[in-house]
């Protein structure tokens, strides 16, 4: 049968959990290294952990399912996932990337990838002239985040789409802060799609994991080989991890998004609020492209305070909410992007983009959405 996303997450396309030993309804943590071969040249299908295990094969045919995908990686985290993505260029290749991008990203492509012959060049890929006008003769992909890191930045995928096309590109999508329930790029034409597992797809801020999927048999192919060949696989048990944190997935979303909605637009109503980044919020420049290619806006709210003061006090005073890195799960947590996800991206870019010592990004979690905003309410506008 042709299932729904919210039963794939649970059931993938199975009616049944066939092949798990006794009738198991969860999947089995096969914590082994290595597995017996029947005889010579024969296999259970599965011959080294590194390569292959059957937990983690759920999870990737799990995910797989809910990207469209033809084939998907699971690794020991998202920047495992983007270096083997990057892995599938050549020294000398040159990509164009969304300028709003996470600091990991940028720290990875400005030593790891620049050692390896790589150059990258960082536009506003919600401006397609400007994107197109960064391609190169050697350009050889788009590597885009919509919505951006932490800016919330909109790019229209069909327009990178015919971009790509016209000049023979490869079209990468991180599609972390919506998660397939909200966004599949390979539907607008994405020939592969990275996640940082760790955040909505765990959603328990418990483990951590990275996806890459593609939707081309050849990229598969590659990538497969690499895999087990650089050894960025994702564990037995982190892999049941994010298998249960996945059957949740819909409805978590539904209620981060629902709340944060709602503190956006109290966010809005406050005088030492400046600017609130939402992307459901109708006033968002992004806002009509974004529904167009989504069913929904997610739970990432990023902020503009009226001083570095106020900034900072709200990280001190927050109490229901923490202050901590990461993002998507069920607790909220609030970040200073300066000093945590983005040190690393240089001076310069952050104070054009706005990524100052006024700017906070908020993950908004499940909580109950009165305490959250009476938490932001004591925190902004309490006594000392």
């Not at 092949?19 to 198991?24: D, K, L, Q, V, W």
């Not at 932490?150 to 999508?173: F, G």
């Not at 497969?224 to 060949?229: A, C, Q, S």
């Amino acid at each position: 049968m042709d299932y729904k996303f919210e039963t794939r997450c649970i059931h993938r396309d199975n009616e049944h959990e066939e092949g798990h030993p006794y009738g198991s309804v969860c999947t089995p943590i096969y914590q082994t290294a290595t597995f017996y071969h029947p005889g010579i040249g024969q296999t259970t299908g599965f011959n080294y952990t590194r390569e292959s295990n059957p937990t983690r094969t759920e999870l990737e045919d799990i995910v797989t399912s809910l990207e469209e995908a033809k084939d998907t990686v699971a690794c020991a985290n998202g920047m495992a996932a983007i270096v083997l993505c990057m892995e599938l260029f050549e020294s000398g290749d040159h990509i164009v990337c969304s300028e709003d991008l996470y600091g990991g990203s940028v720290r990875m492509f400005q030593t790891t990838g620049e050692k390896r012959g790589l150059t990258f060049t960082y536009v506003n890929t919600a401006d397609a002239a400007a994107t197109e006008a960064a391609i190169k003769s050697n350009t050889k992909a788009l590597y885009i985040e919509t919505p951006s890191n932490p800016t919330m930045q909109i790019t229209d995928l069909a327009k990178m789409k015919s971009l790509a096309d016209k000049y023979n590109l490869l079209v990468i999508v991180d599609n972390t802060f919506l998660s397939p329930y909200f966004q599949k790029p390979i539907r607008f034409g994405a020939d592969l799609v990275i996640h940082s597992g760790t955040k909505f797809l765990g959603g328990h801020n418990d483990t951590l994991a990275g996806f890459l999927s593609t939707s081309r048999d050849d990229l598969a192919a590659k990538i497969r080989y690499l895999y087990k060949t650089v050894g960025s696989c994702l564990a037995p048990f982190d892999s049941y991890l994010l298998i249960r944190g996945i059957k949740t997935l819909p409805i978590r979303m539904e209620r981060q998004q629902e709340n944060a909605l709602a503190i956006a637009k109290w966010l809005q109503t406050q005088k030492k609020i400046k600017q609130v980044y939402y992307i459901g919020l109708e006033d968002h420049p992004g806002y009509e492209i974004n529904k167009k290619q989504t069913t929904g806006f997610g739970s990432m709210i990023s902020i503009r305070t009226d001083s570095e003061a106020t900034a900072r006090r709200v990280l001190e005073r927050i109490r229901l909410i923490t202050y901590a890195e990461s993002l998507g799960g069920v607790e909220s947590l609030m970040t200073y992007p300066m000093l945590q996800t983005h040190g690393d991206v240089p001076v310069e870019t952050r104070e054009r983009l706005g990524i100052t010592e006024d700017f906070l990004r908020f993950s908004v979690g499940i909580e109950n959405v009165d305490d959250l905003i009476a938490d932001l309410d004591q925190a902004l506008n309490g006594e000392d």
